[in-house]
């Protein structure tokens, strides 16, 4: 029978978080940069995506680069899943280098999971609002 | 915190090398990155506020020293997905006698994508530049 390595599921998440953080970096990059038009730069001077902007396009029908509404709720949930996981559990890693009582790497553990979940919880009720509703009416929409 | 510091400062001057300097750099643009996170939920949290808080505290960050931040973010954020892959790269693929030819080339991509993404954040290069 295998023996059972405690970190290792740590380790894969690290490397899938890591992964998917990529490629959603590269997409929201591409988004921001080259996709869209920040504002209304030309009218107002204005160079940054307004809240109206914001919300046109996490809620909008009209699919962006294949997404639809539901489809950049989960894309941007899923980011923010793997940024919060991949950093907080980054963080423990750093430390568990010159920490070796178990019991505070244990605490630090449990730490890096509350954070993660905090920060989901924070997540949605942001892009809640910056959807300009509610997450579930958007998942009518369809991927 | 302190003492991790000053232990990764005595490690880096007792081995110092790329894989050294580069294993450092990840951990500073990581955590860095880390702190954004925080920095960057406030920000858009501000929507709960209603669209025009929003919309000036996006009108805030629209300065020479925010356009500097996002473009070091910019950085922190290449360097440390690079250098991520780099490290994946290594582990899955057996590529540890490449590992210095991988650290030159993440710097150099790096180095790259710094320069060209300066017309991106700073409004008077892109200016400059587009004729």
């Known amino acids: 029978m295998q023996e059972r390595k405690p970190g290792m599921w740590t380790w894969l998440l690290q490397r899938l978080t890591a992964l998917y953080i990529f490629f959603g970096l590269v997409v929201h990059f591409y988004l921001h940069h080259f996709l869209m038009k920040p504002g209304n730069e030309a009218v107002t001077g204005e160079r940054f995506f307004t809240a109206q902007q914001i919300a046109d396009r996490l809620s909008s029908g009209k699919p962006m680069l294949g997404f639809s509404a539901t489809g950049w709720a989960v894309f941007y949930l899923l980011l923010l899943f793997s940024c919060a996981y991949h950093g907080f559990f980054g963080v423990v890693k750093v430390v568990e280098d010159h920490v070796t009582d178990p019991k505070v790497v244990k605490a630090m553990n449990w730490a890096a999971w509350l954070l993660t979940a905090l920060m989901m919880a924070v997540g949605i009720a942001v892009y809640r609002s910056l959807a300009g509703g509610s997450l579930f009416t958007l998942a009518q929409g369809g991927m | ?131």
């Open chain 2, 1 to 131: 915190m302190i003492r991790i510091a000053k232990g990764w400062l005595r490690e880096t001057s007792l081995n110092f090398n790329p894989e050294m300097l580069s294993f450092l750099a990840h951990r500073i643009t990581g955590l860095g990155v880390v702190l954004f996170l925080f920095g960057h939920m406030f920000s858009l949290g501000t929507r709960m506020l209603g669209p025009d808080a929003f919309n000036r505290t996006m009108r805030a960050y629209d300065s020479p020293l925010f356009h500097f931040f996002e473009w070091a973010l910019f950085i922190a954020c290449v360097f440390h997905g690079l250098n991520g892959l780099r490290i994946i790269a290594v582990d899955m693929l057996s590529l540890t006698r490449k590992q210095r030819e991988l650290t030159f080339w993440v710097v150099a991509v790096t180095a790259v994508l710094a320069a060209a993404a300066m017309l991106f954040f700073f409004p008077t290069v892109r200016d400059a530049v587009t004729f």
